[in-house]
């Protein structure tokens, strides 16, 4: 008898089948300022370019025609065989966070569909959190199982997993009333538990930045890297002295790399890692420096994300990746 088994959330680094992109267009916050919507597009483009030179890359858009005429002009024929679009209505392009978050049990993946409602309710969410299902009944990810959570919050910038059991994640974001009304912690923590297969949680209470509509996203914060690594963004003396409390499964300290701010939002890929960059020179060489140590068989790769910042998010939020098998 084949023996079954269990579930868990894979790491990040390990190998993946391809990334999403939910492409921005002008009904979206992304026309709110002039020249805003033609600098996101841009780094889109730098996005989709690097994402599909080296893994599938998957663009939910309700422009298809559109979004396929710019990729034939910008991006080389090498890129654009790896690239499948979805035509599909979209509120915004935080594909973090309305996209599947994947966990692998008995071998195939299994599409887990959380409700997504604009980080608590802020903002109109609605046909964001229909996307994972378009995505699904579009067989454009290998073969698996659609799991229904639609009466759960949970986004994918929200946790962050080592493969090996162990979740980190922010109170001030999944313990926030806003998303768990009703829930105590332990209710909270269990279901996070059973869902993604994961024997433990850890959680941290301080690092919030400024101007972050996610309420302390931990992929903005915090990550968890291969070696036992954490990288985070410095700037909180409080948050920095809970990363040197944790404790690895086996009762070892993480090793600590510290990053500046806004630098933490990175995406880990087949081979490579894509770095957000911003104004400072200094903090971007110091940054691809930080990530080539705790990455140092995969090349980093830096993506000016600039006009991110002016929507209040970064390089990861915008991508969501899904695992091999």
């Not at 994918?156 to 922010?170: F, H, K, P, R, Y």
């Not at 829930?183 to 930045?209: D, F, K, N, Y």
């Not at 409080?238 to 409390?245: C, D, G, T, Y």
Request: with cysteine.
């Amino acid at each position: 008898m084949e023996q079954k088994t269990k579930r868990r959330l894979p790491a990040e680094w390990e190998p993946q089948y391809a990334v999403q992109l939910t492409w921005p267009h002008r009904s979206t916050d992304w026309d709110s300022e002039p020249g805003l919507y033609d600098d996101v597009v841009t780094c889109y483009l730098s996005l989709a370019r690097e994402i599909a030179s080296r893994e599938p890359l998957i663009i939910v858009t309700p422009e298809p025609e559109a979004v396929i005429s710019l990729l034939e002009e910008r991006l080389p024929m090498e890129s654009l065989v790896r690239i499948s679009l979805l035509e599909c209505p979209t509120n915004d392009t935080w594909a973090r966070d309305h996209g599947f978050i994947t966990v692998i049990e008995d071998n195939k993946p299994i599409y887990l569909d959380y409700r997504f409602n604009g980080w608590g309710g802020k903002f109109e969410a609605g046909l964001d959190n229909a996307i994972s299902r378009h995505l699904y009944d579009a067989e454009l990810l290998p073969e698996g199982q659609y799991e229904d959570h639609l009466d759960f919050e949970l986004e994918g910038g929200s946790i962050e997993s080592d493969g090996q059991g162990t979740l980190l994640t922010t109170a001030q974001c999944n313990l926030n009333p806003n998303r768990r009304e009703g829930m105590s912690p332990e209710q909270v923590e269990q279901t996070l538990l059973q869902q993604l297969g994961a024997e433990r949680i850890l959680w941290l209470h301080h690092g919030a930045l400024e101007h972050d509509d996610t309420d302390s996203h931990i992929d903005t914060l915090a990550r968890l890297c291969p070696n036992d690594t954490i990288v985070y963004g410095e700037g909180c003396p409080e948050m920095e002295e809970e990363l040197r409390a944790l404790r690895t499964l086996d009762g070892r300290t993480y090793r600590l790399l510290a990053v500046p701010a806004y630098y933490a939002n990175f995406l880990i890929m087949n081979g490579a890692v894509l770095l957000p960059l911003y104004e400072s020179a200094t903090d971007n060489e110091r940054a691809m420096n930080t990530l080539r140590q705790a990455f140092p068989d995969r090349e980093v790769i830096g993506i000016d994300c600039r006009v991110l910042l002016r929507q209040n998010g970064s390089l990861h939020c915008c991508t969501m990746q899904y695992p091999a098998l």
